[in-house]
């Protein structure tokens, strides 16, 4: 990521990053993307990162609960995320969070850049 792009994220109106810190380290990171549709605001959650030297002391917990709690107070209708099945802890973690599994398929294009 570069520096620009950094800029222009933090800048942006529909992107919100969340960190913890210990001292001048970031332990762990996660983006909320926010957007308006015909029926309603939703959010999601990308970007979920802990540092590996980090993982096992609950910090991913408190920053998906700290982006349930922001998304609400958008008065968002709902608030979405994906995970790949091989990440048995976070899945675990947001099912303990009251996120449901979703039976839908995810489709995706990506661009060249």
């Known amino acids: 990521m570069t520096e620009s792009y950094y800029r222009k994220l933090l800048a942006s109106d529909n992107s919100y990053l969340f960190f913890i810190t210990d ?3 970031i ?3 996660l983006t909320v993307g926010v957007y ?3 029926t309603g605001i939703k959010a999601w959650i990308e970007d979920v ?3 590996d030297s980090y993982r096992g002391q609950g910090l991913g917990r ?3 609960e700290h982006a349930i709690s922001f998304a ?3 008065g968002a209708g709902s ?3 994906t995970s790949n099945p091989s990440r048995v802890a976070a899945n675990k973690l947001y099912q303990s969070l009251n996120f449901a599994r979703k039976e839908t398929n995810v489709y ?3 661009f060249e850049q």
């Open 23 to 25: 001292g001048g380290n």
């Open 27 to 29: 332990a762990g990171m």
């Open 36 to 38: 308006k549709s015909p």
């Open 49 to 51: 990162v802990v540092d």
């Open 62 to 64: 408190l920053l998906v």
């Open 72 to 74: 609400g107070s958008l």
């Open 79 to 81: 608030l979405m995320l």
């Open 108 to 110: 995706r294009m990506a």
